[in-house]
């Protein structure tokens, strides 16, 4: 699993108007995407409107428009970028990891988590996407499946166990992860860390006993 993996996110769940193929085109689609996630951590989702993504972008308002049809399509990119980045240092942290013991990773992917909402603009106030809609990385599944499936990869590609099991254990583990990073997140605005700490606890616990092991 040398080569980073990309989240499995549908081209059409970012739906740009079309691709830039240029690198100044991919430059300008990287502005807006950061300029979005800015004012998104100033004004939030609602107040966000594409003329004010452009202005702060510095590019005219006929410009975005060439590649997103609306700013729900501005935040979907910005969301799968994100997407993609954990999926990315999850990777990382994998390949470091031996087989025997993968569950160890969720330490590695709850501090990845933390680290973004800590410190990516706008992840705080959209994470990967169900604030605006559940399925806003893909119109086909809710937004946690998408980052099971991304996992669900990830993890087979080191470890000799059946698809189907892992994919499963992997929803259960997420589900419950999310559930107490949002408790972490109400109680403390940059996460609770004795709710993370227990977070990791539950999950690998549970993880070991599904498939096997026991804890240290």
Do not use: C
């Not at 109400?186 to 616990?205: F, L, M, N, T």
Request: zero cysteines.
């Amino acid at each position: 699993m040398s080569d980073i993996q990309a989240a499995k996110v549908p081209a059409e769940a970012t739906p740009l108007r079309r691709q830039p193929v240029q690198q100044r085109s991919a430059k300008r689609v990287e502005q807006m995407l950061d300029a979005s996630a800015a004012l998104i951590d100033e004004l939030g989702y609602d107040a966000l409107t594409t003329t004010l993504i452009a202005k702060r972008a510095g590019v005219a308002v006929g410009s975005l428009y060439q590649f997103f049809p609306d700013k729900r399509a501005v935040v979907q990119a910005l969301t799968a970028r994100n997407l993609d980045r954990f999926v990315a240092a999850v990777n990382e942290r994998l390949t470091q990891l031996g087989p025997e013991h993968w569950w160890d990773v969720v330490d590695s992917i709850l501090d990845i988590y933390l680290e973004m909402h800590r410190s990516v603009p706008g992840f705080s106030k959209v994470h990967f996407g169900d604030i605006i809609d559940r399925q806003l990385l893909d119109e086909t599944r809710d937004n946690n499946a998408v980052i099971v499936d991304s996992l669900t990869d990830l993890v087979a590609t080191q470890v000799d166990r059946p698809v189907e099991d892992l994919r499963f254990a992997i929803t259960i583990a997420n589900e419950v992860a999310d559930a107490l990073m949002k408790l972490a997140f109400r109680q403390e605005p940059r996460g609770d860390e004795k709710i993370v700490a227990e977070a990791k606890y539950v999950v690998k616990g549970y993880l070991a006993a599904r498939f096997g092991e026991q804890q240290a």
